[in-house]
């Protein structure tokens, strides 16, 4: 009797720490679903680049193209370029960057 509630209290740790230990399966359930958002991360990104990618080499190819983009995204001007943001709000406001 006495090595049999040895035994079973032995199982019951080995179940235990199998369950909720360090290497456990609640930790495996836990990475596991890290590297899927990881993964799901990683498809978004090389989506975003490949987009990027594929502007970039439309950009190239296209002198206007390039100058609009770099004009409306990055705020750059040619010299002797005046350049007006409107900024509307409750007041109408004109600014002036030369």
């Known amino acids: 009797m006495l090595i049999k509630s040895g035994l079973l209290i032995l199982l019951f740790?080995?179940?235990a720490n199998f369950f909720l230990g360090d290497s456990g399966l609640y930790?495996?359930?836990?990475?596991?679903?890290?590297?899927?958002?990881?993964k799901s991360d990683i498809l978004r990104l090389s989506r975003r680049n490949a987009?990027?990618?594929?502007?970039i080499k439309h950009c190239s190819t296209h002198s206007e193209l390039e100058?609009?983009?770099?004009q409306s995204n990055l705020d750059m001007i040619k010299n002797n370029e005046t350049f007006y943001r409107?900024?509307?709000?409750d007041k109408y406001h004109l600014?002036?960057?030369d």
């Open 95 to 97: 600014n002036k960057i």
């Open 86 to 89: 409107i900024i509307m709000d």
């Open 51 to 55: 987009k990027l990618l594929l502007e």
């Open 67 to 70: 100058e609009e983009y770099v």
């Open 13 to 15: 740790f080995v179940q």
């Open 27 to 38: 930790n495996y359930i836990i990475l596991h679903e890290k590297i899927l958002k990881k």
